[in-house]
């Protein structure tokens, strides 16, 4: 089993940045962020994948996120800058011990967490 705990939501104008911090109680191989917006569909921003020493981004947000991580405390960071309108959403943490084909695929990640929202305001 694995816990994730997200905090670092919030609100901010058009063109500020925010970080968001994941921290799990286990080792995993994969940890990623994925956002959802009011009636659309949970889609992937950022992943790491360890066993390929790799990050992943979404076209949406590359460029102005970017997904890190501290090992010592297990946890996962997305810091995201020039924010848009469009970048409004409740943001989750995923995490698997198994391997990712897609790293921005949610249907490999087997733990969430309970999300926290971001609001992007013009």
């Known amino acids: 089993q694995m816990q994730l705990v997200e905090s670092g939501g919030g609100s901010v104008q058009t063109g500020g940045s925010l970080r968001l911090s994941c921290a799990a109680s286990?080792?995993?191989?994969?940890m990623a962020w994925f956002r959802q917006a009011p009636g659309k569909e949970r889609e992937g921003v950022a992943a790491?994948?360890?066993?390929?020493?790799?990050?992943y981004y979404s076209d949406s947000v590359k460029g102005r996120f970017t997904i890190s991580q501290d090992n010592e405390k297990n946890t996962i960071y997305l810091q995201m800058n020039t924010l848009k309108p469009e970048d409004s959403a409740v943001y989750y943490c995923?995490?698997?011990?198994?391997?990712?084909?897609?790293?921005?695929?949610?249907?490999?990640?087997?733990?969430w967490g309970q999300g926290t929202p971001v609001t992007v305001t013009s």
């Open positions: 790491l994948a360890r066993s390929r020493r790799k990050t």
């Open positions: 995923a995490a698997t011990f198994g391997e990712v084909p897609d790293p921005l695929e949610r249907t490999h990640y087997d733990y």
């Open positions: 286990s080792y995993r191989n994969a």
